[in-house]
């Protein structure tokens, strides 16, 4: 008997194991959802690689890879009637390869995909001014918030310029929930977010530029099927563009028939 309680004593003694917390589920990313506006044409030629508004008008800039001859490298005035670019400067194609552009304080700027160079322009004569140069790997997409040029390189990483130098000013990590997110493109400033489509997706996500978190999606896979429903050989969604004068968002891709206004709450 004595055993008995010894060993009741014992076991009563030793402390529960504490119980297993729940990890709290990460917030849900909310999806926007969009409506289109109007349609409008674009150049099933045009490698687009950037697009934006200036002054009331329409700018692509486009690239030229190797294998398909058709296309060029260059940047101007797009005409939404005819989807033709009215070109304002274009690059040999045989040594750079064209991608984004932006314009700030009156000037445009264009990158180049692997040389890690760009290059200024007036942005009302259009006549070359210089060169800037940049030590990432590649350059992809550019855009402003009014006082920095804001540069995609293809990673997870957005790079915050000075105009007057290319210099860095900051870099950001863009992250998913806390998880990196790779192929950053094409990006546009609308009202205070930084929009950035993903390459190879139709996804572009809404960014809050000073930590880098996603806060948002847009998800316009039904304007790349559109796209390939009326020309099959349209390519990657790419090329986003915001008008504040007229409150106007526009998205293209690649060879894609059509650039769709669109609207979505931001």
Same mark, same amino acid.
């Given at each position: 008997?004595?055993?008995?309680?010894?060993?009741?004593?014992?076991?009563?003694?030793?402390?529960?194991?504490?119980?297993?917390?729940?990890?709290?589920?990460?917030?849900?990313?909310?999806?926007?959802?969009?409506?289109?506006?109007?349609?409008?044409?674009?150049?099933?030629?045009?490698?687009?690689?950037?697009?934006?508004?200036?002054?009331?008008?329409?700018?692509?800039?486009?690239?030229?890879?190797?294998?398909?001859?058709?296309?060029?490298?260059?940047?101007?005035?797009?005409?939404?009637? @005819?989807?033709? $670019?009215?070109?304002?400067?274009?690059? %040999?194609? =045989?040594?750079?390869?064209?991608?984004? +552009?932006?314009? *700030?304080?009156?000037?445009?700027?264009?990158?180049?995909?692997?040389?890690?160079?760009?290059?200024?322009?007036?942005?009302?004569?259009?006549?070359?001014?210089?060169?800037?140069?940049?030590?990432?790997?590649?350059?992809?997409?550019?855009?402003?918030?009014?006082?920095?040029?804001?540069?995609?390189?293809?990673?997870?990483?957005?790079?915050?310029?000075?105009?007057?130098?290319?210099?860095?000013?900051?870099?950001?990590?863009?992250?998913?929930?806390?998880?990196?997110?790779?192929?950053?493109?094409?990006?546009?400033?609308?009202?205070?977010?930084?929009?950035?489509?993903?390459?190879? @997706?139709?996804? $572009?996500?809404?960014?809050?530029?000073? %930590?880098? =978190?996603?806060?948002?999606?847009?998800? +316009?896979?039904? *304007?790349?099927?559109?796209?390939?429903?009326?020309?099959?050989?349209?390519?990657?969604?790419?090329?986003?563009?915001?008008?504040?004068?007229?409150?106007?968002?526009?998205?293209?891709?690649?060879?894609?028939?059509?650039?769709?206004?669109?609207?979505?709450?931001?």
């Amino acid at each position: 008997m004595a055993a008995a309680i010894f060993c009741l004593q014992a076991c009563d003694s030793n402390p529960s194991s504490p119980a297993t917390t729940p990890e709290p589920a990460a917030p849900e990313i909310p999806m926007l959802s969009y409506s289109v506006v109007a349609k409008h044409a674009h150049d099933v030629n045009s490698f687009t690689e950037g697009l934006l508004v200036h002054d009331g008008k329409i700018y692509e800039s486009t690239g030229a890879p190797e294998e398909m001859p058709n296309t060029r490298s260059l940047f101007g005035e797009l005409n939404l009637s @005819t989807g033709k $670019i009215a070109v304002k400067a274009e690059i %040999d194609r =045989k040594t750079y390869f064209g991608e984004g +552009i932006a314009v *700030l304080n009156g000037n445009f700027y264009q990158l180049t995909y692997k040389n890690k160079k760009g290059f200024l322009y007036d942005a009302v004569t259009f006549k070359r001014k210089g060169e800037f140069s940049f030590a990432n790997d590649e350059g992809w997409g550019l855009t402003n918030d009014s006082s920095q040029l804001i540069m995609t390189d293809g990673t997870s990483f957005v790079t915050f310029r000075n105009p007057d130098n290319f210099s860095v000013v900051r870099t950001m990590q863009v992250t998913d929930n806390g998880s990196p997110v790779e192929n950053l493109n094409e990006p546009e400033m609308i009202n205070g977010y930084l929009y950035i489509n993903v390459y190879t @997706t139709n996804t $572009i996500l809404k960014i809050n530029p000073e %930590d880098g =978190k996603v806060v948002g999606r847009l998800d +316009i896979t039904g *304007l790349k099927q559109e796209a390939n429903t009326k020309f099959p050989n349209s390519l990657e969604t790419n090329g986003i563009a915001y008008d504040k004068a007229t409150d106007k968002i526009y998205v293209t891709g690649k060879f894609w028939p059509t650039v769709f206004e669109i609207t979505f709450p931001h």
